[in-house]
């Protein structure tokens, strides 16, 4: 069993930022791909970013290329998501998210994750 808990979120202006993080349970976190997504009300969750289990490889949505940055410390259990310059259009409720395979393949596929946060919400005003 694994769970996931996110934190970080809250109300920023446009423009602004904000660092998300998720903390997981379990000794193989470092095995594990994670990854991010959000809900913005009244429409479907998306992908918005994932990681490999080194950190060496990352994907993003193209939304968010150039303004998001995805991160974890496998010592630490937690993995990062640095938002930057961000927009209204981010608005959204927030959740990490955790692949126990070992491999890096099409990671913005939300079925391919196993254990879900309960999510974090973010407020861009403008």
């Known amino acids: 069993q694994v769970q996931l808990v996110e934190s970080g979120g809250g109300l920023v202006q446009a423009g602004g930022s904000l660092r998300l993080s998720c903390a997981a349970s379990g000794r193989t976190f470092s095995s594990y791909v994670m990854g991010w997504f959000r809900q913005a009300p009244g429409k479907e969750r998306e992908f918005v970013a994932a990681i490999n289990w080194t950190g060496g490889r990352t994907n993003y949505a193209d939304s968010v290329k150039g303004r998001f940055t995805i991160s974890r410390d496998n010592a630490k259990n937690t993995v990062y998501l640095q938002m930057n310059s961000l927009k209204p259009e981010d608005t959204a409720l927030y959740y990490c998210?955790?692949?126990?395979?070992?491999?890096?393949?099409?990671?913005?596929?939300?079925?391919?994750?196993?254990?879900w946060g309960q999510g974090t919400q973010i407020t861009v005003s403008s």
């Open positions: 998210a955790a692949d126990l395979s070992p491999t890096f393949i099409s990671p913005m596929v939300q079925g391919k994750y196993d254990y």
